[in-house]
């Protein structure tokens, strides 16, 4: 009896010891993440009692067998709370408040998880401490949401049949949102991030991922037989690849291996984020993909320097009155130098078309073109240029260009069309902006996935698109809804980071007067619309898309554009809804600057400027016109005293925005 007794004591420890349950509650309490450990590894999310995720597994699965979370042996826990600030150059604030409250479980066999509880969001990541070479067959990623929530989420745009898996992870994440439940969702199609899935009570969450770095990006998708439940997806490492794709500029996976990543040594995996949120306003600020990233790399980042850029490619090279045939040809980038130093703007780019076409050489400059002349130009009256490359053709021979090209004075690049996340891509992004910052050049990472805080690993890459900017207004039909599109980006896209979206169209397309053009684009909605996106988006790196000749005819409207900063000391959302409207406002100095955009509905919004301190300020408003329904270009300026006991109502046209200076 007295063995049997003993037995059965073991076993009842064996059991409390293989079955633990962890509480984790953010700094002031609202949100918790309940942690369970048993014979798998899964969590939840409550906000102030209200359940939003159910219990979801984690694991990741080895090529020799083990699954890190199933059966695990927890030999130790450690809790930990920070409240801190976080210097953040190039950025909306110049400083971010770090504040959570952590839990790092640590398993046998040298494995763990950390967990982290912010106000704002839900947060684990795995790490490996031990000097081992791994082969990662698959990681489980869970969402196991409570009901049939709604989700706004981006289906890639597969270049052949759907249900190709293969064939999605080869798209250029771009598209724009479809909005179903989550029992709707189409399981054939793959989800790129971020998403956001609505809950009740304003409740939004917001899934992505941080710190991506040597390991394949996350996709989702909607799994059969869990109608509830978004499951994590990754390409798998490629075996053989074969130059072609757009202007035999890419490398194309013919063949995969096993495994979706190859990790060596102690490391620790990205971050997997569920921001959840209360108030549209908190989604459209949230700055934890910045936060949750690797600190700075480089020592000296003095040299880096944002700002804003006259761009050749949307508007086809068009500027009339002149007396040359305009294209890729050095008197037409000269009129685009002019043009920048004039207005105070930082950089030109030379987009696709200087270096030799179908060559995927960057050491071979068209004939047409004078690229030490027009460095030397352009250095003479202050601007910088900026060159556009293919992926392939910068990847081949990168060091050898970014030597030759530093020294001739170019000043960064603008690489194209990687359209892949596979970690073979993710590893050559974080390569070049090495190389690049090595030969002090910005890098603006176009053809690309989301943001995952490089931008904070690495500052000097300025930009990244990922995003269904204005350049697709040049073949979109009308039936694509752009103006919808803006007024979910800033809760959705832009979670993760700074975005490519290059605005700034003189074009400007009332509803119904819109089509697509390829030589003269227009934008959806009205001009002060674009003058808001200044301000609603952020881009380190701003381009300004039209053609000299239509700017220099809207002096009220370049005056504004060009004079906009980039980066800010500040930044405040005063009123939002996703998909319908946005106010965002933004300081840099002692100067603020306000936009607000609509969805094609009109409407009347009412500023508060209680946000404002000391004197009375002076600004400038550019409102939509009276006839802006009609007429997208019509707008009027008007100037306003403000202080912080002002309540201002402006209008929006349908389609419309707004935007203001003041001091």
Known sequence: MKKILLFVCILWALTVQAHKEFELFSPDGKLQTEIKVGEYISYSISREGYRILNDSPLSMTLTNGIVWGENPRLVSTKRNSVNAMVASPFYRRSEIRDNYNSLILNFKNGWGLEFRAYDTGIVYRFVHRENKVLDIV????????????????????????????????????????TTDRLSHLDKERLMFLPLVVEAENGIKVCLTESDLEDFPGLYLSAVEGEEYTLKGVHAPYPKNSIQGGHKMLQMLVQERESYIARVKGKRTFPWRMAIVTARDEQLADNDLTYLLASPSRLDDISWIKPGKVAWEWWSDRNIDGVNYVTGVNNETYKEYIDFAAKYGMEYVILDEGWAVNLKADLMQVVDSIDLKELVDYASDKNVGIILWAGYYAFERDMENICRFYSDLGVKGFKV?????????????????????????????????????????????????????????????????????????VPFIRQVAGPLDYTQGAMRNAAKGCYFPCYSEPMSQGTRCRQL?????????????????????????????????????????????????????????????????????????????????????????????????HRIGRDFHLKLIHVDKNTRLTVHLAPGGGFAIRMR
């Open 532 to 628: 808001a996106l200044y301000v609603v988006f952020e881009s380190p790196l701003n381009m300004l898309c039209d053609t000299p000749s239509n700017y220099v005819r809207e002096k009220e409207s370049v005056d504004f554009i060009s004079g906009i900063p980039t980066v800010w000391d500040e930044t405040r959302v005063l009123d939002a809804k996703m998909g319908e409207y946005i106010v965002t406002a933004r300081r840099k100095g002692d100067t603020w600057y306000i936009g607000g955009i609509t969805d094609w509905q009109e409407r009347d919004i009412e500023l508060d400027f209680s946000f404002l301190k000391g004197k009375i300020c002076q600004g400038l408003l550019y409102e939509d016109g009276i006839n802006a």
């Open 138 to 177: 698959s990681e489980n990623v869970s969402y196991c949401f409570s009901s049939d929530f709604e989700a706004n989420v981006p289906y890639v745009v597969p270049r052949v049949q759907r249900h190709n898996l293969d064939c999605q992870f080869y798209n250029s994440f771009e598209n724009t949102y």
């Open 416 to 488: 194209d069309f990687m359209d892949r996340d596979d970690q073979e891509m993710v590893e050559f992004n974080y390569r070049a902006a090495a190389m690049c910052a090595k030969y002090h050049l910005v890098l603006d990472l176009h053809g690309m996935y989301k943001p995952s805080g490089m931008n904070r690993t690495y500052p000097n890459i300025l930009n990244f698109e990922g995003v269904h900017g204005l350049e697709n207004m040049k073949w979109s039909p009308d039936s694509v809804d752009q103006v919808k599109y803006d007024v979910m």
